[in-house]
């Protein structure tokens, strides 16, 4: 099947400074990716759709200025967490769909911890 | 409004025995739904898709049924197995393209 790698897997931060996140398809071209956000035993909350080439379309709720999001190209989408604060912390997860079959193909996840 | 229900948050069986998890859906007309499995600090894994007109969809022990009536899924694994121990998440494909359950954590108790 196809492969999501995102990195990294786990960060620690200081309070206001700005973390990115990586998201890369491996052996596909992903026009489309997806990111999440999941606080523990809790579900996945979609944060954002995240188009190659154009701007991302953020879900309710989700601040676009806190939690910026580039596709710069068909394999890569980034997601930056801006003057992080500890609320901030959680496990953020990306997906990419192959297409037709609207398979959603995720990274392994990014622990943020924010102190 | 639209809605995602898996029966239960947590379900705990024997091994070897058969595990099945509901997800029931409200207000949406999908042509498919798909199921994923979740394991603790891991990104979720697609397991299986079945569509509209599908019944039923088999793969190895895994057994999902699509009943669009009820507007219900059933995922069955047979057989279980310790290593089946984690969180099954449905998605049902709709208006919102990507709305998951909030999940079932299955324990398999050897």
């Known amino acids: 099947g196809a492969v999501v790698s995102q990195h990294p897997s786990w960060v620690i931060c200081k309070s206001g400074t700005s973390v990115k996140i990586e998201c890369r398809s491996l052996?596909?071209?992903?026009?489309?990716m997806f990111w999440y956000r999941q606080f523990p035993k809790q579900s996945l909350m979609l944060m954002a759709t995240?188009?190659?080439?154009?701007?991302?379309?953020?879900e309710q709720g989700v601040e676009k200025d806190k939690f910026l999001i580039n596709h710069a190209s068909l394999t890569l989408s980034t997601l930056t967490v801006t003057s992080a604060h500890p609320e901030d912390s959680s496990f953020y997860i990306c997906?990419?769909?192959?297409?037709?079959?609207?398979?959603?193909?995720f990274g392994a996840g990014t622990r943020l911890s924010v102190l | 409004s639209q809605k995602i229900e898996q029966n239960s948050e947590a379900l705990n069986i024997q091994e070897g025995k058969t595990a099945t998890l509901t997800c029931n859906y409200t207000?949406?007309?999908?042509?498919?739904l798909q199921w994923y499995r979740q394991d603790p600090g891991r990104g979720p894994v697609f397991l299986l898709l079945?569509?509209?007109?599908?019944k039923e969809k088999r793969k190895e022990r895994l057994k999902v049924t699509f009943d669009t009536t009820l507007k219900q899924s059933l995922f069955h694994i047979t057989a279980s197995q310790p290593a089946d121990s984690a969180t099954y998440l449905c998605?049902?494909?709709?208006?919102?393209?990507?709305?998951f359950g909030k999940g079932t954590r299955l324990s398999v108790i050897a």
């Open positions: 997906s990419a769909t192959d297409g037709p079959r609207d398979i959603q193909y």
């Open positions: 052996d596909f071209q992903a026009t489309t």
């Open positions: 995240s188009n190659e080439g154009s701007k991302a379309t953020y």
């Open positions: 207000n949406y007309s999908p042509a498919y």
């Open positions: 079945i569509r509209e007109n599908e």
């Open positions: 998605r049902v494909q709709g208006n919102t393209p990507l709305v």
